[in-house]
């Protein structure tokens, strides 16, 4: 983080800032943001980290405050006291945008991957999407060789490589040299 400004620092700072010195603006909030940034995270708890970013607290906040400076017309005498103004603003901030979420948050609902897809009924495949993948499997057994026809068949049911390397034998890295040198070979024939 960066060092505080100085107190002696701070009123002309801020007397710039009033004027509509973007450039003290700046540096202001360049010295500040970090900070406030922290007090939004100890704020926010971890569920809810998705859902704000403390970037977007802290320079709504920012705006407000320039605005308060330049038309409110508001004073700080220390470099403290714009600090201790500014970590309340921001922690008023931080309430209102949980609350703003409170009730989407209530309504959303969290659903466990595997009973989705148990629940979501797969779509049958096209006629014509059967045939062309009976095609292409037909295609597969004429470069395959005899030998490797029962690991393209565990691979077809959709065992993974460590499991036809189990059942093959095979090492897992065998299995997938194998699995490649097939797609190659596909590759070659559709070009022909």
């Known amino acids: ?10 009123a002309a700072l801020l007397d710039k800032l009033s004027n509509g010195d ?3 603006a700046e540096q202001v909030f360049r010295t500040y943001e970090p900070y406030l940034r922290i007090v ?18 802290v320079q709504s906040v920012w705006v407000d405050v320039v605005e308060g400076i330049q038309k409110a017309n ?15 603003v ?31 009924p797969m779509p049958e495949p096209r006629p014509s999407q059967v045939v062309q993948a009976q095609e292409l499997w037909e295609r597969m057994l004429a470069v395959c060789p005899p030998a490797h026809r029962g690991l393209l068949e565990l691979k077809r049911q959709g065992h993974s490589l460590a499991e ?7 090492h897992e890295s065998s299995v997938r040299r194998i699995l490649y040198d097939l797609a190659r070979r596909l590759a ?5």
Do not use: C
């Open 1 to 10: 983080m960066r060092a505080e400004i100085t107190t002696d620092h701070v």
């Open 22 to 24: 973007a450039d003290a």
């Open 40 to 57: 939004v995270r100890r704020l926010l708890p971890a569920r809810l980290r998705p859902k704000f970013d403390s970037v977007d607290v």
């Open 74 to 88: 508001w004073h700080f005498q220390t470099a403290a006291e714009l600090r201790a103004f500014l970590v309340k």
């Open 90 to 120: 921001t922690r008023n901030r931080f309430i209102d945008r949980l609350r703003q979420q409170r009730i989407p948050m209530e309504r959303q609902q969290s659903y466990d991957d595997s009973h989705f897809i148990e629940q979501t």
């Open 164 to 170: 036809i390397a189990a059942a093959t034998g095979l």
């Open 188 to 192: 070659e024939h559709q070009d022909e």
